[in-house]
């Protein structure tokens, strides 16, 4: 259900958030703090989320605008598969952190087949890719 004004951050929210944050990342810290307290908004049908961070924390520094992203297998039964195998043979949720101008400011949630989600993000383990963002190398 879509939110029409921003909101406290509910147990759903949080806890995409956090499984996010389980990840090191350049600008997590920063993130995080401004994570600790925010007001959001579902913007659409995936349960993707507005984010207003509080003001008062530190911008991050990040390389992109897509600070971290994350993914896991739609369907029940794919645990087992390596997060390689399950990138290719199940159509998988991916979660993305976007940041505007150093502030946390969308989670973006899609599946790659456009089909209904059957696992809830909330309820996800996150894989991640080992090389985000993609194609970065480090000096």
């Not at 087992?80 to 159509?91: H, K, Q």
């Amino acid at each position: 259900m879509l939110d029409l004004e921003f909101r406290a951050i509910g147990v759903r929210e949080r806890r995409i958030i956090d499984n996010l944050l389980a990840r090191d990342f350049l600008g997590r810290t920063e993130i995080a703090a401004q994570c600790a307290d925010v007001l959001v908004k579902v913007v659409d049908d995936e349960g993707g989320f507005a984010i207003r961070p509080d003001g008062g924390a530190p911008r991050a520094t990040v390389r992109q605008r897509v600070a971290i992203e994350a993914f896991y297998p739609d369907r029940e039964g794919a645990e087992d598969l390596t997060a390689e195998e399950a990138a290719f043979l199940v159509p998988c949720v991916h979660v993305l952190l976007h940041v505007r101008d150093g502030s946390a400011y969308l989670i973006e949630i899609y599946k790659d087949d456009g089909s209904p989600i059957e696992i809830e993000p909330e309820r996800a383990t996150f894989e991640f890719y080992p090389d985000f963002p993609p194609g970065w190398v480090e000096d």
